[in-house]
T-cell receptor
Framework: SQQGEEDPQALSIQEGENATMNCSYK?????LQWYRQNSGRGLVHLIL?????REKHSGRLRVTLDTSKKSSSLLITASRAADTASYFC????????????FGQGTELSVKP | DAGVIQSPRHEVTEMGQEVTLRCKPI?????LFWYRQTMMRGLELLIY????????DSGMPEDRFSAKMPNASFSTLKIQPSEPRDSAVYFC?????????????FGSGTRLTVV
């Protein structure tokens, strides 16, 4: 079964706007990761946030983690057409022996 | 490094045939993972290896699926006999650590169609 569930399933915005995607999960985690997948390609690792961290930044990406609510959010600021892709959260749950379990993803479309 | 290399990129086969998917991980990465991606079920972990040894194959759907890693630079995922419901994109990923700070590096995938 899926550990992470992303919300929304699809998001369409204009270039320059911010995009926020959310991920909820069910069990305690060691860390949570976000990946991007362009159409027809493999997944690319974006950022990892550990369970004892609350916020992390990488360029135009900002990730937050609320372990009390079992949720995370990915914010992409000043979006570009090139950000169009599917975004997945993946959890390293404490009871999963280090395996990464992926959510269903959010499909982001950034219109020029 | 050329990244994780998978072959073939596309495979179309008839039901009942044997299919072999191949993966070359990044040199020095001790962990190798096989995932399957479908619209209905998303990304599912099938099996992963550490130093060429299978550690967890609980995601392998059934006995028709088998995976091997004969050496540090090569892994195969075999389906015999194949069925239409096996149609999916199969990804191989590798990582130097199980819980490393940079996550997994994925290959471009093999799109399998079983007709």
């Amino acid at each position: 079964s899926q550990q992470g569930e992303e919300d929304p399933q699809a998001l369409s915005i204009q270039e320059g706007e911010n995009a926020t995607m959310n991920c909820s999960y069910k069990t305690s985690i060691n860390n949570l990761q976000w990946y991007r997948q362009n159409s027809g390609r493999g997944l690319v690792h974006l950022i990892l946030i550990r369970s004892n961290e609350r916020e992390k930044h990488s360029g135009r990406l900002r990730v937050t983690l609320d372990t009390s609510k079992k949720s995370s959010s990915l914010l992409i600021t000043a979006s570009r057409a090139a950000d169009t892709a599917s975004y997945f959260c993946a959890t390293d749950a404490i009871n999963q022996g280090g395996k990464l379990i992926f959510g269903q993803g959010t499909e982001l479309s950034v219109k020029p | 490094d050329a990244g994780v290399i998978q072959s073939p990129r596309h495979e179309v086969t008839e039901m009942g045939q044997e299919v072999t998917l191949r993966c070359k991980p990044i040199s020095g990465h001790d962990y190798l993972f096989w995932y399957r991606q479908t619209m209905m079920r998303g990304l599912e972990l099938l099996i992963y290896f550490n130093n060429n040894v299978p550690i967890d194959d609980s995601g392998m759907p059934e006995d028709r699926f088998s995976a091997k890693m004969p050496n540090a630079s090569f892994s195969t995922l075999k389906i015999q006999p194949s069925e239409p419901r096996d149609s999916a994109v199969y990804f191989c990923a590798s990582s130097p650590l199980l819980r490393g700070p940079y996550g997994y590096t994925f290959g471009s995938g093999t799109r399998l169609t079983v007709v």
